[in-house]
T-cell receptor, first 114, second 112 residues
Framework: DTGVSQNPRHKITKRGQNVTFRCDPI?????LYWYRQTLGQGPEFLTY????????KSRLLSDRFSAERPKGSFSTLEIQRTEQGDSAMYLC????????????FGPGTRLTVL | QQQVKQSPQSLIVQKGGISIINCAYE??????FPWYQQFPGKGPALLIA?????SEKKEGRFTISFNKSAKQFSLHIMDSQPGDSATYFC???????????FGTGTRLTVIP
């Protein structure tokens, strides 16, 4: 499968714990995005990378959230001191160089904070 | 504030019928309007997209109609099939920006 992959697919954690998600974009896609989707809503933008540089962050990305993309390949999204309001589907998308608009989404990581 | 407003929230259509989902926007800086299809437990998949310089785009059974003056666009699914049952999201993106603004989704059910 050459699509965007995300791990884990599901994560259950207790409030106050830290969690980390991983996204592997489609090979040679230089743009990578993180979105959050809550039940019954459309995805909301969190942050954007071009290669290894994090170029844009949404106001939704509080200081408990941090994202990295070392070497411009896979990306990680970490949430520290999780809260019940963080429960959502976290989606990763990527775009190839030369195609400015099209974003290809992964299957997402569903986070449940108890 | 919802940048893209989508309706209806849910839609039930008979097999073979036409499904129509509508979206509206206010920001004239938007210049790219995709539609995504999402099945339960899956990420959104790009279905079809349009730029504002055309009024219609058709790909197979899926057609986007775009009305620039009214700032509205819609998805038409012809000959709807049970396999089309999914949640559909419209979205919009500003020229030069990186993020998509999504509508709230329409849950389509096609009954045999």
């Amino acid at each position: 499968d050459t699509g965007v992959s995300q791990n884990p697919r599901h994560k259950i954690t207790k409030r106050g714990q830290n969690v980390t998600f991983r996204c592997d974009p489609i090979s040679e896609h230089n743009r990578l995005y993180w979105y959050r989707q809550t039940l019954g809503q459309g995805p909301e933008f969190l942050t954007y990378f071009q290669n290894e540089a994090q170029l844009e962050k949404s106001r939704l990305l509080s200081d408990r959230f941090s994202a990295e993309r070392p070497k411009g390949s896979f990306s990680t999204l970490e949430i520290q001191r999780t809260e019940q309001g963080d429960s959502a589907m976290y989606l990763c998308a990527s775009t190839p160089a030369g195609l400015y608009n099209e974003q290809f989404f992964g299957p997402g990581t569903r986070l449940t904070v108890l | 504030q919802q940048q893209v407003k989508q309706s209806p929230q849910s839609l039930i259509v008979q097999k073979g019928g036409i499904s129509i989902i509508n979206c509206a926007y206010e920001n004239t800086a938007f210049d790219y309007f995709p539609w995504y299809q999402q099945f339960p437990g899956k990420g959104p998949a790009l279905l079809i997209a349009i730029r504002p310089d055309v009024s219609e785009k058709k790909e197979g059974r899926f057609t986007i109609s775009f009305n620039k003056s009214a700032k509205q666009f819609s998805l038409h699914i012809m000959d709807s099939q049970p396999g089309d049952s999914a949640t559909y999201f419209c979205a919009a993106k500003k020229a030069g920006a990186n993020n998509l603004f999504f509508g709230t989704g329409t849950r389509l059910t096609v009954i045999p």
